[in-house]
């Protein structure tokens, strides 16, 4: 029997003794007495595990509530309704596991329940660490003068070898990306501080976000690896900020966390040396699995970056604290004034509770907190529940469910968890057996906080699970992560999530051809704000994820919607989408020949019973064209306020034949149109414009079921949560992404003749002279993120009721060839492409006018050939050199050319190239990192009078 089973009381026994009554309770002689009537039995902190668990003479502990209906099975069985165990109030310290066994079980009818005697979550508390009670001001000289300046009279300092910890326990070393077994493992994380409830910031550099991007890296010699075409280091050396490693490398124990190579992958690892002088930092292995390199801002995925925790010099907030482990000390700047119990640190380094092998065993109304490990293990089984919890202050996930089936998590709060927050693996995959597993009614926020990918608020492996009426907000990665079959994500809310890292999305899944079955339905997904401009995207369908119907859900604020790459039988009907800045929906083409996924769908019996009749449309997928997203449909949205369609061929398809692989019908959409999507007293509101499909096709959503719902099965009630407001300097880079310019109607006639005349393209309206007024004209001269020319264009923009007029003056460098024949990407030229939507289909047009005088239309972008030659009908083209200064082109293009009906404030995707041959460079309007005629990742020409 462990110290945790007896009170003070148990001193004044004898070794004998305790032997004597140790003897007589197992055997049944001191057996608590609990009648088929009676059905409960009482656990109180003022209690002792020989009582009789009577609310009069309480048991002190789990075990022996668990101990005594072991021993109420053997002697009678269990009674109608099951056992009740009633937890009075109370703080319970948990130093080791509790764990249930198979003999533990309920049985149907007769479950047993642990749970709050009063009914109230937050009365009892599993704790699994101390209270930190004893702070003082810091005095230390040596401490105060690395410590900030400004924190010097408001951080407090504890010893933790007088709080009763002798043995400090250290963060653990997270390596994501190194060792696929140590991913799946629970491992303790280090001494993490929660005042009143809520974990606090290790000190860190940055405060927030990201933190600097590594500018270089030393060449080691027989060390180095190439990663998306850039040079690594494998050892894990950088260079940081000289300014910073000065003050960082009189500092112990600090830790490095970073995506050093691609922001999908972090890693946290203890810092081993920082060269004051050359600002080289040196990191104890294990090292990233993708090496360390150079940042490359020209590639979003690939950019590389890193924080500096656990720094005395940078504890310069409330709410951060330092742990020093060699002195056995903690600082921390509170919030607030410190009250008795308000701070606490977890020292239990395995999980509080352990279920294996029972059924039909629930937790209710019980707060879970202060372990460096997982909060529940539940493996096999049948039938456990945790309802009405609250999950908090974990060092690693919060419930872990593995196998079984029909076990449930229901009306919970989990949040402040070092890693992930649900995990569930259950079912089998080969015979479509579902686990019927289920998550509803709970809210997750604030996890991830150490170990940041791939630790998403709730991921699921195998076959039927249901996830239903939940929220879940701030967290660093996904909100949903799944795989398998058959698993229904339903009335769902999502926000505030994927905000630091990139290729995911809100919903991910990916390299999977076999996933069919799958369900994303009726969830309201909204403010999703990836770190970089390109990044937030609602549902991430990666490397040719199959099978998956994404039905009445409502997408706003967010970059893209939903991204498809390869996928086939991808059903998307009867979404809503508001506010996606770039488009609504990516519909892509990726395929590798040497890619796992035929290999992977060899694993299950595809082509027979019940895989067969449940999936007819993944029988023959190898014998057709698996490298293309066959069987897509996409019908009855409404998408407003952006793009809708952004076809991506990738790896070498075709666009026209990646068009072909969906049935495109009955969708509404405009980019003039605008819809505030929000929540009033609760409820889901907004309003769709009266001349949408929403009066026909479009089926009536049902927003008043979406996310969280009152019911006494709730752990708190109302629940109050924000959005996270957006990176600090996201309007900046939205702004720069996709900039808007005016194309003001026409104040006379413009003569199209290759040469800008001041009094053509002059308008008084502007008020300012012709040339200095923004509004006016714009000017392109980038060549990629921070990267400009001196050899700039100037654009003018005008329209009448039939057609739009363009006019660009071009530099030449004197000192280079001005090449004048009409070749692209040989020959000087400018380029225009436009985002249009024609017969229900997203297609950009793409015109190119050359120095001598000649113009085409091109099909690079994949646009169908009676529609790339409509665009070149009754356009006129002129051109002009004007020495060896500069050269200039007007141009006249119906807007019936183009298939669009010009209105008031339309807003149309548009880019502006121009290419200058003798300095070999692509000069755009804005950098698209990949063919500039991406309107998508450009910016966009409104109409206005």
Avoid at 368 to 376: L, Q
Avoid at 451 to 480: M, Q, S
Avoid at 755 to 766: Q, V, Y
Wanted: charged letters at 25%; hydrophobic letters at 35%.
């Amino acid at each position: 029997m462990s110290d945790s089973c007896l009170d003070d009381r148990s001193e004044k026994y004898t070794g004998r003794m305790c032997a004597v009554f140790f003897l007589l309770f197992v055997t049944g002689f001191l057996c608590p007495s609990i009648s088929r009537a009676g059905e409960s039995i009482y656990v109180s902190i003022s209690g002792h595990d020989f009582n009789d668990g009577k609310k009069e003479t309480p048991l002190r502990t789990l075990e022996g509530a668990r101990d005594a209906i072991r021993q109420l099975r053997r002697k009678t069985g269990l009674p109608d309704g099951g056992v009740t165990v009633l937890i009075e109030k109370g703080v319970y310290r948990r130093t080791q596991t509790f764990v249930l066994q198979k003999e533990d079980s309920g049985e149907p009818g007769k479950p047993i329940v642990y749970r709050s005697a009063s009914g109230n979550v937050t009365d009892v508390s599993l704790n699994g660490g101390i209270v930190l009670g004893n702070w003082k001001s810091v005095i230390d000289k040596s401490v105060l003068k690395v410590m900030p300046e400004l924190a010097r009279e408001k951080v407090l300092v504890e010893d933790l070898v007088e709080a009763g910890i002798s043995d400090v326990p250290d963060f653990n070393p997270y390596c994501n990306w190194t060792d696929d077994h140590r991913r799946q493992q629970i491992n303790p994380n280090g001494l993490w501080l929660s005042f009143k409830g809520q974990a606090m910031r290790l000190a860190s550099w940055p405060n927030q976000g990201w933190g600097d991007y590594i500018r270089n890296i030393p060449y080691i010699e027989g060390k180095m690896i190439t990663f998306r075409g850039q040079p690594a280091n494998t050892l894990g050396q950088f260079y940081v900020n000289q300014e910073r490693a000065q003050k960082w490398a009189q500092e112990k124990e600090l830790w490095c966390r970073g995506y050093f190579a691609v922001t999908y992958a972090d890693d946290n690892q203890q810092v081993k040396s920082i060269d004051p002088k050359t600002g080289l930092i040196e990191l104890f292995p294990p090292y990233h699995h993708y090496g360390y390199k150079k940042d490359n801002p020209n590639h979003d995925g690939a950019r590389s970056t890193y924080t500096i925790a656990n720094a005395l010099s940078e504890l310069d907030e409330p709410g951060e604290f330092r742990v020093d482990r060699e002195n056995g000390k903690i600082y921390f700047w509170p919030p607030e004034e410190i009250r008795d119990g308000d701070a606490q640190v977890p020292l239990m380094s395995e999980p509080l509770i352990e279920v294996h092998k029972a059924s039909y065993i629930t937790f209710h109304g019980i707060t879970i907190e202060n372990a460096r490990s997982a909060g529940i293990i539940i493996d096999k089984g049948s039938d456990v529940g945790i309802e009405k919890c609250i999950l908090r202050n974990l060092g690693n996930i919060g419930v872990k469910i593995t196998g079984g089936e029909n076990h449930f998590i229901r009306g919970c709060d989990i949040h402040d968890l070092s890693a992930g927050g649900v995990s569930i693996v259950g079912g089998n995959r080969q015979t479509l057996t579902p686990c019927n597993h289920t998550v509803d009614n709970t809210h997750i926020y604030r996890i991830g906080l150490w170990e940041r990918t791939y630790r998403p608020g709730i991921g699921v492996n195998g076959v039927g699970a249901k996830i239903t009426h939940c929220l879940l907000n701030d967290l660093p990665h996904t909100a949903y992560l799944f795989r398998g079959n058959d698993h229904r994500f339903e009335y769902n809310e999502i926000h505030s999530v994927a905000r630091q890292t990139t290729e995911v999305g809100a919903i991910y899944t990916g390299r999977d051809w076999a996933s069919y079955g799958n369900e994303i339905h009726f969830n309201y997904i909204h403010d999703i704000y990836g770190p970089i401009a390109s990044y937030g995207l609602g549902v991430h369908l990666d490397d040719a994820a199959s099978g998956i119907s994404i039905y009445g859900n409502i997408f706003s604020r967010m970059r893209n919607a939903i991204a498809l790459y390869g996928g086939r039988s991808i059903k998307i009907k009867n979404n809503l989408f508001a506010g996606c800045t770039q488009c609504a929906l990516i519909l892509g083409y990726r395929y590798t020949p040497q890619h796992q996924l035929a290999e992977k769908l060899r694993r299950f019996p595809y082509k027979t019973k019940p895989w067969s009749t449940k999936y007819p449309e993944l029988v023959n997928v190898l014998e057709e064209t698996p490298e293309y997203p066959e069987h897509g449909v996409v019908t009855n949205n409404i998408s407003l306020g952006g793009m809708f369609i952004n076809w991506r061929q990738g790896d070498g398809g075709e666009i026209n034949r990646l068009k072909k692989c969906f049935e495109i019908s009955s969708n509404d959409w405009s980019a003039i149109k605008t819809l505030e999507v929000g929540r009033t007293n609760s409820l889901i509101s907004f309003n769709l414009p009266e001349d949408s499909v929403q009066y026909s096709s479009f089926k009536k959503l049902p927003t008043g079921k979406i996310g969280l719902y009152k019911s006494a099965l709730r752990a708190t009630w109302p629940v109050v949560n924000q959005v996270s407001p957006k990176p600090d300097d996201w309007q900046k880079r939205d702004a720069e992404s996709h900039p808007v310019v005016n194309a003001v109607f026409a104040n006379g006639t413009i003569k199209i003749d290759g040469e800008i005349s001041e009094n053509e393209w002059h308008d008084d309206r502007f008020k300012e002279t012709w040339g200095e007024n923004p509004n006016d004209h714009f000017v392109v001269n980038k060549m990629g993120v921070g990267k400009t020319t001196p050899l700039s264009s100037t654009v003018r923009i005008r329209h009448d009721d039939s057609s739009l007029y363009v006019a660009v003056k071009s530099m030449i460098d004197p000192k280079k060839t001005f090449d004048t024949s009409a070749q692209w990407g040989r020959s000087d030229a400018v380029e225009l492409a436009f985002g249009v939507n024609v017969k229900k289909t997203f297609c950009i047009l793409i015109l190119r006018g050359y120095p001598k005088g000649e113009f085409e239309s091109s099909d690079e972008a994949g646009t169908p050939t009676d529609l790339v030659e409509k665009a070149a009908e009754g356009v006129v083209y002129r051109a002009s050199v004007n020495g060896m200064e500069s050269w200039s082109c007007e141009w006249k293009i119906p807007f019936d050319s183009l298939g669009i009906k010009p209105a008031q404030d339309m807003v149309i995707p548009f880019n502006v190239t121009v290419r200058q041959s003798g300095r070999k460079q692509w000069v755009m309007w804005c950098p698209t990192r990949t063919h500039s005629w991406r309107v998508d990742l450009a910016g966009q020409l409104m109409l206005v009078k």
